[in-house]
């Protein structure tokens, strides 16, 4: 059971950075996609904007949730207690 453990805390280490790593990026994308349709303007700029909200917008958030739970429940296999006021990083337990 332990040696399971141990496996599925690396793989959720895993896809925990690989996951906000992409959320991120794909913020970023957004963020730039906003950008230009603000220098764009026009119908053109409302099209982008109604694009990136109503298809990336709402699966970046799906993603970003599930991403967050599977870190916090990485975390609680860890028995991390990062969530706390503390200069230390203590162990649950």
């Not at 429940?73 to 337990?93: F, P, R, V, W």
């Given at each position: 059971m332990k040696k399971f453990l141990q496996g599925l805390i690396k793989f959720l280490?895993?896809?925990?950075?690989?996951?906000?790593?992409?959320?991120?990026?794909?913020?970023?994308?957004?963020?730039?996609?906003?950008?230009a349709a603000f220098i764009v303007g026009g119908e053109t700029a409302t099209e982008i904007c109604t694009f990136i909200h109503k298809t990336i917008f709402k699966w970046l958030i799906y993603g970003g949730n599930i991403i967050v739970l599977l870190g916090l429940?990485?975390?609680?296999?860890?028995?991390?207690?990062?969530?706390?006021?503390?200069?230390?990083?203590?162990?649950?337990?």
């Open positions: 280490d895993v896809v925990y950075g690989w996951g906000i790593l992409i959320c991120l990026f794909v913020g970023g994308l957004m963020f730039f996609g906003f950008v429940l990485n975390m609680y296999l860890k028995k991390q207690k990062s969530l706390t006021i503390s200069d230390t990083n203590h162990e649950a337990g």
